[in-house]
């Protein structure tokens, strides 16, 4: 067999290979496991019993929840906005693995925990990953660097670059949390002091938007995260700054929140 004919093989071979995806990511024992301990430091779990509904064929709308369970669980990224609506309807207690990029991605009632960190899963996909809870009360975002350190000691960690924005000081998306969380520090946000916010009136023009969407912060909020990105790296001046301004509509519900 010649070179091209081999590149012509490998091509028709890899059609049938099975494509990883972050449906298919199966968690690795001890990764749930730092998790799990997490969770019981952090949340009153005691007595209750641990439920993982997301395995192959499984179907968690089926299954029989009480007041004396608690879904911990990797489940599909790709429909964890349903899922979190059903428990949050259904008054199950969870906390699940979700995707990080899309963390602030639904308004609704839950607390985003970033980590931030790259996961390998079994399936050999590298996934950055962040956490959503119900069990921890009036707290929104939670930047918790504890649990990112001991989530990095046992995962690959590489860094994808990704364009950054600069918005103003109010605007807190997943990539902000991420930062601080990545330089060692913790960081909690009160559901009072932020209004969700999918896109800024001043990218409307430009046809942008929050990736990911986000919220927009009280200033004692705002207040909060800079004095935590105080000790975080610089913004890369490599590369071009495109600086977004609030409106005065976006300034007017700032002032009311907090």
Not at 184 to 192: A, N, T, V, W
Request: net charge neutral.
């Amino acid at each position: 067999m010649n070179i091209e004919e081999n590149k012509e093989y490998e091509t028709f071979v890899e059609k049938f290979k099975p494509k990883k995806t972050t449906d298919d990511c199966y968690t690795p024992p001890e990764v749930y496991e730092v998790v799990l301990q997490y969770v019981r430091e952090k949340c009153n779990i005691e007595g209750l019993k641990v439920l993982r509904p997301f395995y192959p064929g499984g179907d968690y709308e089926s299954v029989q929840y009480n007041e004396n369970c608690v879904v911990i669980d990797n489940p599909p990224f790709s429909i964890i906005s349903q899922i979190i609506r059903f428990y949050n309807a259904k008054g199950v207690k969870y906390f699940l693995f979700a995707p990080h990029l899309t963390l602030f991605s639904t308004n609704q009632d839950y607390t985003a925990i970033v980590t931030s960190t790259d996961i390998v899963y079994e399936n050999g996909a590298k996934v950055k990953t962040s956490f959503v809870t119900n069990m921890m009360g009036d707290v929104k975002i939670l930047g918790d660097a504890e649990l990112r350190n001991r989530l990095k000691a046992i995962a690959n960690t590489n860094k994808v670059n990704l364009p950054t924005y600069q918005y103003p000081n109010n605007v807190v998306t997943v990539s902000r949390i991420a930062s601080i969380v990545e330089k060692g520090e913790s960081i909690y946000l009160m559901k009072k002091d932020l209004a969700f916010c999918r896109q800024l009136e001043s990218q409307k023009p430009h046809k942008k938007a929050l990736f990911g969407s986000g919220f927009l912060a009280s200033h004692t909020a705002a207040k909060e995260l800079a004095v935590k990105e105080s000790t975080a790296k610089e913004l890369a001046t490599k590369k071009e700054v495109l600086y977004w301004e609030l409106s005065d509509t976006e300034r007017t519900i700032i002032k009311q929140l907090g």
